[in-house]
């Protein structure tokens, strides 16, 4: 009798450690699903760093582009300003000219300047 009631306590503690096993392999059922799910939405690392140096390598030529065209545009602002200036002092010669010898002066000057020798 001690025999059969220790084989029911045996069976007993195999079922119920049946049953704790089938829950907690019901638990896992689905985590390889959702870790599959997971690692699809993910980017291994040498992915992002190489997406990170790209990344890099495109902003550094794009601000060398623009440094390049910004110098190249204050060379010309210098140069415009700098033939502007030129055109401000001939003008104001021929208005001083203008001014000190009238007309008269302006008109021998421009038949100097056309025909020096004479």
Same mark, same amino acid.
């Given at each position: ?18 049953? &704790? ?15 599959? &799910? ?37 060379? &010309? ?42």
């Amino acid at each position: 009798m001690a025999r059969e009631a220790s084989e029911v306590a045996v069976e007993k503690a195999r079922a119920i450690q049946f049953n &704790e096993y089938e829950r907690r392999l019901e638990a896992l059922n689905g985590e390889a699903g959702r870790i599959r &799910e997971v690692l699809a939405q993910t980017v291994p690392r040498e992915v992002f760093e190489a997406y990170q140096a790209a990344q890099e390598t495109t902003l550094k030529v794009a601000s060398d582009v623009a440094n390049e065209r910004r110098e190249r545009q204050d060379h &010309e602002v210098r140069a415009l300003s700098d033939r502007l200036n030129q055109w401000q002092g001939s003008l104001n010669v021929w208005r001083f000219l203008a001014g000190g010898g009238g007309i008269l002066g302006l008109v021998s000057i421009a038949l100097w300047i056309i025909h020096p020798s004479g």
